[in-house]
């Protein structure tokens, strides 16, 4: 089940439940649910102590194609489970998106997603996409708060020292379900391996997917932006606590780190001062190394494997 059902709800309630309800948004399973295991990354990569242990290596391109949603990750068939995204789309299409919007010409929404997703983790640019499109940019920007409204789409903010900026500064665009963006770009794992543009993009995915989830039960209360300066420095990822703290998570589809990797992560430490907590380079080995002060490199597995790999949880 996905976040869309809450969306279609709420238009027919006949009277207001402001006060008396909680929306809730159900994403598709993430990597622990799916593990029948529960997972608490964002918890460790706040608790006190350094990791200290690798997790087990694991195949991260079958995950990303598979995606969460439980009837396409039952389908092991890569021709079946596309059948069934391809229906999936239809149906929000022309049931969910209709239903909102009390609209006939979908005709582009299709494009518009195929588009967003070889376009994931890039910045928000909708001069170019509806250009891309050939639609007008007010076209697109509806269209863009359809897919957001039945949770297709989901923007990450950037982070600012300034508050008020956090609102205007460009965010990054992501998609439910990484299994759904290879299924709209006919990605198989063979084309993926090759084309590394494409596979980084949608590893980030795949990350902020997992994190966002995990955010929604873990005890460390967090929100989910990216860092970019002026100068060009960024992070994927910026996780900043209710109490101020601040780490980083920099994704990298590679399966080796180096220190250059770290660079964007040193800024964000040297801008946020005594709030930076830690900082992490998530990439496709299997080992956990550090690389400097509150600086490490950890497989991708950490977030759903996390018991295995922060210190906090070896305590016993």
């Known amino acids: 089940m996905t976040g869309s059902a809450n969306v279609l709800l709420l238009p027919k309630l006949s009277d207001s439940l402001a006060g008396r309800m909680e929306v809730l948004a159900l994403w598709p399973f993430s990597e ?30 079958s995950r990303v194609l598979r995606g969460g949603f439980p009837p ?52 928000v640019n909708f001069a170019e996409v509806a250009r891309s499109l050939a639609i007008p940019q007010t076209t697109l920007k509806r269209y863009f708060s359809l ?6 789409t989901r923007l990450i903010p950037a982070w600012s020292t300034n508050l008020g900026k956090r609102l205007i500064k460009t965010p990054k665009l992501f998609l439910n379900d990484t299994g759904l963006a290879a299924s709209l770009l006919g990605l198989t794992a063979e084309r993926l391996r090759q084309e590394t543009v494409v596979r980084g993009g949608l590893l980030e995915n795949f990350v902020a997917m997992e994190l966002l989830k995990q955010a ?17 420095q960024e992070v994927d990822f910026l996780l900043e606590s209710d109490a101020g703290a601040i780490a980083g998570i920099e994704v ?18 040297e801008m946020t001062g005594t709030r930076f907590h830690r900082g992490f380079v998530l990439y496709a080995g299997s080992e956990t190394v550090a690389f400097g002060s509150n600086l490490f490199a950890l497989p991708v597995s950490a977030l759903w494997n996390s018991g295995l790999t922060l210190g906090q949880t070896l305590s016993s």
């Open 147 to 152: 897919l957001g409204a039945t949770f297709l």
């Open 252 to 269: 990298k589809a590679s399966a080796t780190v180096t220190g250059h990797d770290f660079n964007g992560l040193r800024a964000l430490a």
């Open 32 to 61: 622990g649910e799916l593990a029948g295991a529960q997972t608490s990354f964002i918890d460790a990569v706040f608790a006190a102590a350094p990791p200290t242990r690798s997790a087990a290596a694991e195949d991260i391109l």
């Open 72 to 123: 396409a990750v039952e389908r092991t068939d890569p021709e079946r489970r596309r059948a069934w995204f391809g229906s999936y789309i239809l149906t929000i299409l022309e049931r969910d998106v209709r239903e909102i919007a009390q609209i006939d010409n979908l005709a582009a929404l299709p494009r518009v997603l195929a588009l967003i997703a070889g376009r994931v983790g890039s910045l």
């Open 216 to 232: 929604g039960w873990s005890a460390v209360r967090t929100q989910l932006f990216h860092f970019r300066t002026a100068s060009g």
